[in-house]
């Protein structure tokens, strides 16, 4: 199975904040690689598929980069709405998530 | 759009069996592979199973190997998941999923 290993777990941080979250794959996984934001009592939204590609209707203060093993989530400009776990996910082999980073308010 | 919706779960008591169930709409089903996932309370997100596109090939995760099954009938654009034998450490919200996690998921809470 494809290891997906993510930081940090928890980051703190403020409103107007840049902040980046990395995830490394335990192989290669080429661009098969997806973000996910989940806020408290709601199921996890796909912020990002395909590495880099953002989804319909996020705002373009996201925004991702990598291939292969490594890639990053960035949040430029942190807002309120953006306090929450994000999550990695491959989907190159089956299917395997990052434990998750949990932005909380410094 | 594509759209999976999952539905089944409920409040069990340990040893007890259900059958979750997961309606694809918005894409070609019968050409993709399912996976069941879970997320337990305050925890992150788990894969369960796997089933290829025609059904032929499944695969568990070891903490539910042999408890639980699952299986499609593309014909229905659904894919399943039964659970027998459930545990406390069952209680999870459950996603069915393709490449992505697009529903809400299904609750199951097991309690004696």
């Known amino acids: 199975d494809i290891q997906m290993t993510q930081s940090p777990s928890i980051l703190s941080a403020s409103v107007g904040d840049r902040v980046t979250i990395t995830c490394r794959a335990s192989?290669?996984?080429?661009?098969?690689l997806a973000w996910y934001q989940q806020r408290p009592g709601t199921a996890p939204k796909v912020l990002i598929s395909?590495?880099?590609t953002l989804q319909h209707g996020v705002p373009p203060r996201f925004s991702a980069t990598g291939s292969g093993s490594d890639f990053t989530l960035t949040i430029s400009n942190l807002q309120p709405d953006d306090f929450a776990t994000y999550y990695c996910?491959?989907?190159?082999?089956?299917?395997?998530f990052g434990a998750g980073t949990k932005v909380e308010v410094k | 759009q594509a759209q999976l919706v999952e539905s089944g779960g409920g409040v069990v008591q340990p040893g007890a069996s259900l059958r979750l169930s997961c309606v694809a709409s918005?894409?070609?089903?019968?050409?993709?592979?399912m996976e069941w996932v879970r997320q337990a309370p305050g925890k992150g997100l788990e894969r369960v199973a796997f089933?290829?596109?025609?059904?032929?090939?499944?695969y568990y995760a070891a903490s539910v190997d042999g408890r639980f099954t699952v299986s499609r009938d593309n014909s229905k654009n659904t894919v399943y998941l039964h659970l027998s034998g459930v545990r406390e450490d069952d209680t999870a919200v459950y996603y069915c999923?393709?490449?992505?996690?697009r529903g809400q998921g299904t609750r199951v809470t097991v309690t004696s």
């Open positions: 395909e590495a880099s």
């Open positions: 996910q491959q989907y190159s082999n089956y299917v395997t």
């Open positions: 089933i290829s596109f025609e059904g032929s090939t499944k």
């Open positions: 999923m393709d490449q992505f996690i």
């Open positions: 192989r290669n996984i080429g661009h098969w």
């Open positions: 918005g894409f070609d089903f019968s050409s993709f592979s």
